[in-house]
């Protein structure tokens, strides 16, 4: 560095700034010429913890040398070597003749972390029938001893496998007894150091194709469990495609290679003062769960603006916001931010002939479908009911629409705060779920609401607030050409009262735990059973296409 002192005059001259200087005790840094330079290299140019890089001195100025690592290691070799043997970014410093340039550089040097394969000669891995052949890259720059630990899940067989499903081997091979994603874990040691586990996910599917049943599970991921008959449920588990269900999941619709779930956001009932709280989405999931892409989001809206329910029905996407109305935008929308400016109701509630006989404003927060040419709209509260009527009985902007009942419709379940709702239309049935508090039922009907039963009458967790319970959301109808199959739904049972023995309480009620429950649509004697159990969820749908 130069020590400089300075006085400044300054003198305009034909527009000229000229600065004359004398010398005053101010230090002045000296930046290093471009002809100081050094560049680092590996063997394998990872630059991991134990492994050799060779810093290269390439200045052309200066003869004599000093490296700082960055760890406290020095060197004056003009072109050293050097070990980190903690895992961070360090900041190299070559110092030339004393100190007269300075130049630094940052390396990161990263862990060691074992690289996990697998393979197969079937081109999808099945159950019970596959060999799945594990090997692992490990970088040992060292040459240090290397062991391996893996933990394989139950069901599992093979080479190398032990009883205890555990393995030493680098390469063992496995045959999965179960369905579903299979979490295979790996901890691997070099020398001393244990390294962080490794976790694998295989997706392991059934010998021949079937329908799939997708649910959102609460604070959790999208899973999806095959629809297989005459298999023990113990090995019917779940695919997860790591992608988190959202805040309220309330609906999931399947629709040609998409799942389409309808996340409502943080609030699902009243919310004061919650102008800027909107964080509701539509994202869509590929069926095999290998990419997930953004429908439409409210994050920063106003909260009554986000999805509470919809539908997707041949090529269009509906749903409702919280009380004022429903919106329709195209099956192939992607990526868009709502706003008010840029969207408009399809329709608003006082454009209907209901508004006024049976729906009220506010609260309106239910399912919305669509079957064939008619709408079906669920109330929770402000009335209550489940409101049909077509496209022709829908008003325009300040003027209310035609009285669906004369043409034979009109709304049904008037007593009922829906929550869930489901039409088997081969049947000519409805399900729909009531969220009165104290009065918790999953019902089945005529499609005119006549012949109303009453299908599960089990509590539910309550979740929500005053009259807004939640209860069963998710209702979905697996149903083939003779109208043989199940209705499935997801329940979210109460808690276990205080000072209960959980293992007890549901060995008195057995159908109070959370779950997927089912029913078969056409046999009158059948009971309730569960099709997965002890998992709490949202929204759920059937994916009919057999793969």
């Known amino acids: 560095m130069k020590n400089f002192k300075k006085c400044i005059s300054l003198l305009a001259v034909t527009s000229l700034l000229c600065l004359s200087a004398c010398e005053q005790d101010i230090d002045v840094e000296a930046f290093p010429p471009k002809d100081v330079e050094f560049s680092y290299h590996s063997e394998s140019l990872h630059y991991v913890i134990g492994e050799e890089i060779t810093f290269v001195n390439e200045s052309q100025v200066g003869s004599t040398y000093e490296w700082h690592f960055g760890d406290g290691s020095k060197s004056q070799e003009d072109n050293p070597v050097h070990k980190y043997t903690v895992p961070g970014t360090y900041n190299v410093k070559l110092i030339v003749d004393g100190g007269k340039y300075e130049l630094v550089k940052a390396i990161m040097i990263s862990d060691i972390v074992p690289i996990v394969s697998f393979k197969s000669d079937d081109a999808s891995i099945v159950f019970n029938q596959s060999e799945v052949l594990f090997d692992v890259f490990v970088m040992n720059p060292e040459g240090l001893d290397v062991s391996y630990k893996w933990r394989f899940p139950e069901g599992t067989t093979g080479d190398k496998i032990d009883d205890a499903l555990m393995s030493t081997a680098k390469d063992p091979k496995a045959v999965f007894g179960t369905l579903g994603s299979q979490v295979v874990n790996l901890t691997v040691q070099v020398g001393e150091k244990v390294l962080d586990p490794v976790t694998v996910n295989v997706q392991v599917n059934y010998n021949k194709p079937v329908k799939t049943l997708y649910y959102a599970v609460k604070e959790g991921n999208i899973l999806a469990n095959k629809i297989i008959e005459g298999v023990d449920p113990s090995v019917n588990k779940p695919f997860d495609f790591s992608y988190r269900s959202g805040k309220h999941p309330l609906t999931l619709q399947f629709n040609g290679d998409y799942l389409y779930v309808f996340d409502a956001g943080t609030y699902t009932s009243y919310t004061a003062g919650a102008g ?130 004369a043409d034979g419709l009109g709304a049904i379940a008037i007593s009922s705060s829906i929550r869930g709702m489901a039409i088997d239309k081969v049947n000519g049935k409805i399900y729909y779920s009531n969220a009165k508090e104290g009065d918790y039922k999953l019902f089945k009907s005529n499609l005119d609401g006549t012949d109303e039963v009453v299908v599960d009458a089990s509590p539910g ?62 046999d009158a004697t059948a009971k309730v059973e569960y099709f997965v159990e002890g998992v709490e969820a949202y929204g759920i749908a059937i994916d009919n296409t057999k793969r």
Not at 341 to 354: A, G, K, R, T
Not at 367 to 387: C, E, R
Not at 462 to 483: H, M, N, P, S
């Open 461 to 522: 967790d309550g979740e929500g607030a005053g009259t807004e319970k939640l209860y069963i959301t998710g209702i979905a109808v697996d149903v083939d050409e003779q109208g043989n199959g199940y209705v499935y739904w997801a329940y979210r049972g109460p808690e276990v009262p205080a000072g209960v023995n959980p293992e007890e309480y549901y060995n008195q009620n057995p159908l109070h735990k959370s779950g997927i429950k089912r029913i078969s649509l056409t």
């Open 276 to 405: 800027t709280a909107g964080d509701g989405e539509i994202f869509a999931i590929t069926h095999d769960g290998s990419r997930r892409e953004t429908v439409i989001d409210n994050f920063g809206g106003h909260t009554y603006n986000d999805f509470y329910y919809g539908c997707v029905e041949g090529e269009s996407i509906y749903w409702t916001d919280r009380n004022a109305g429903v919106y329709k935008v195209s099956a192939s929308t992607r990526n868009m931010k709502f706003s008010t400016e840029q969207y408009s109701h399809y329709f608003h509630h006082s454009w209907l002939w209901y508004y006024g006989n049976g729906i009220g404003w506010g609260r309106v927060n239910g399912p919305f479908l669509k079957a064939d040419d008619v709408f079906y709209y669920g109330k929770n509260s402000n009335g209550s009911g489940i409101f049909r009527f077509r496209e022709e009985h829908i008003g325009a902007p300040g003027m209310p629409g035609s009285d669906p009942n």
